[in-house]
């Protein structure tokens, strides 16, 4: 069985801080491409940030530059999303996913089931 489970999400207030977690199970992530998505209410799932498998960035969105940065321990078979300086704009679902090939910078193949992030005051 394979597996994406993303953990950390909850609520913050703007300007906090959240650090999301990806862990595979049933595969090894290592070579695989990752990425984060999102997705809001009555909005188009759109990737934040992803990374090759040997670690070179190949997406990230204006809408978090500066404030979100991906990450992977492929000891740990965890990818890592740590956001700062939330905002009320950033409240979604987060997808992790993974894949042996990425379009538009991010891979489609695997997805988790999604962490709510919750930005309000």
């Known amino acids: 069985q394979l597996q994406l489970v993303e953990s950390g999400g909850g609520l913050v207030q703007p300007g906090g801080s959240l650090r999301l977690s990806c862990t595979a199970s049933?595969?090894?992530?290592?070579?695989?491409?990752i990425g984060w998505f999102r997705q809001a209410p009555g909005k188009e799932r759109e990737g934040v940030s992803c990374?090759?498998?040997?670690?070179?960035?190949?997406k990230v969105a204006d809408s978090v530059k500066g404030r979100f940065t991906i990450s992977r321990d492929n000891a740990k078979n965890t990818v890592f999303l740590q956001m700062h300086s939330l905002k009320f704009e950033d409240t979604a679902v987060y997808f992790c996913?993974?894949?042996?090939?990425?379009?538009?910078?991010?891979?489609?193949?695997?997805w988790g089931q999604g962490t709510q992030v919750t930005v309000s005051s």
């Open positions: 996913a993974a894949g042996p090939a990425v379009r538009d910078g991010c891979p489609w193949h695997y």
């Open positions: 049933g595969f090894s992530l290592r070579p695989y491409h």
């Open positions: 990374l090759t498998n040997s670690g070179a960035p190949t």
